[in-house]
């Protein structure tokens, strides 16, 4: 009596792997599969199974398994558990700024009486003067014997430095002494300034205004 494999005539879905038996045979779903392994095999989204990962794991489902991964952020292995960095134990804020570990992530905030970019460095609010390269259109016009200098618009160059208000500086007083026609034109200046506090700005000097 001859051996028939009935599992030659592929009675089993596609999904589905086939074992031959004496006689028979029998259909079965992959591991990670479910459903009828006659007519199709699905996969399982082991990722609707609560607690399929660890505490701040992601679960990602994939075709017959699912991973588990920590987020950035956490370390760890995810299908046990993923634990916060603590971002702060490498000092990765600038100067003068404090650093907070927080859930997945860390902040940077300057220190009191200090401001700027706390990821960059922040300065002390103190500081009675500092120069800032700006580009300044200017406006230039003959009041009576002197030429009062207006500022049209301020593009700054380095405004790493300081959260400067580009308003408060449009609005600082600003007068030069000078002979010459009105005009408006963009130049390159320095402007040394002087802050009083936080972003209040009083423009008191400007140099290499055009000629
Ligand atoms: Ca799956
Ligand atoms: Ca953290």
């Known amino acids: 009596m001859g051996h ?17 038996t004496n006689g028979s045979y029998t259909c079965l779903c992959p591991a990670g599969y479910t459903g ?8 399982i989204n082991e990722c609707g199974r609560s607690g399929a990962c660890g505490i701040n794991a992601k679960c990602i489902n994939v075709p017959g398994s699912f991973k ?11 299908q046990l558990y993923c634990e916060n960095i603590n971002e702060c134990e490498t000092n990765p804020c600038g100067e003068n700024a404090v650093c ?16 700027g970019d706390p990821f960059k ?34 593009h700054l160059v380095s405004p ?3 959260p400067i208000n580009v308003k408060t500086l449009m609005n600082a007083p600003s007068q030069i002494l000078a002979e010459s026609e009105p005009f408006v034109k963009t130049h390159p200046v320095h402007i040394l300034a002087s802050v009083l506090k936080a972003q209040s700005l009083t423009l ?4 290499d205004v055009m000629k």
């Open 100 to 115: 907070k570990d927080t859930l997945g992530s860390y902040t940077c905030s300057c220190k009191e009486d200090y401001t």
């Open 68 to 78: 588990c991964i920590c987020p950035q952020g956490f370390t760890g292995q995810g």
């Open 160 to 162: 790493v430095i300081l």
């Open 36 to 43: 009828s392994a006659n007519e199709d095999c699905v996969d």
């Open 204 to 207: 008191i000097q400007k140099l």
């Open 4 to 20: 028939i494999n009935e599992c030659s005539s592929s009675p089993c879905a596609a999904t589905a792997q086939c074992i031959n």
């Open 121 to 154: 460095g922040c300065i002390s609010m103190n500081v009675t003067k500092l120069t800032v390269q700006a580009d300044v259109a200017v406006k230039m016009q003959f009041v009576q014997t002197y030429l009062e200098l207006s500022l049209v618009s301020v």
